[in-house]
Nanobody
Framework: QVQLVESGGGLVQAGDSLRLSCATSGRTFGSYNMGWFRQAPGKEREFVAARRWDGGSTFYLDSVKGRFTISKSPARNTVYLQMNSLKPEDTAVYSC???????????????????WGQGTQVTVSS
């Protein structure tokens, strides 16, 4: 069983940066594909970024490319989402997710995640 706990959200102004953290538990953390998703009020959950289990590939939502970076610290069992040049439209609850089946990356890195965190609120004011 994998548990995910996000932190690092907050209220910032447009153009600011935030780094979200996703602390994980479980011995097999290193073998999971990891993703970040977000959900704004009244909207469906949206894929934001993903990192293949071995770090060999990442995938991003078009609107965050060049601004957001997903990374991992194996020593800390933590996945990060560095968010730069934030925009009001980035306002949402951000959640991290883990996929146990590594092969899912090659089908679609944006879907089929098994474990989810509770989310952390990010609010960007204009």
């Amino acid at each position: 069983q994998v548990q995910l706990v996000e932190s690092g959200g907050g209220l910032v102004q447009a153009g600011d940066s935030l780094r979200l953290s996703c602390a994980t538990s479980g011995r097999t953390f290193g073998s999971y594909n990891m993703g970040w998703f977000r959900q704004a009020p009244g909207k469906e959950r949206e894929f934001v970024a993903a990192r293949r289990w071995d770090g060999g590939s990442t995938f991003y939502l078009d609107s965050v490319k060049g601004r957001f970076t997903i990374s991992k610290s194996p020593a800390r069992n933590t996945v990060y989402l560095q968010m730069n040049s934030l925009k009001p439209e980035d306002t949402a609850v951000y959640s991290c997710a883990a996929a146990q089946d590594q092969s899912r990356w090659y089908r679609d890195p944006r879907s089929n995640y098994d474990y989810w965190g509770q989310g952390t609120q990010v609010t960007v004011s204009s």
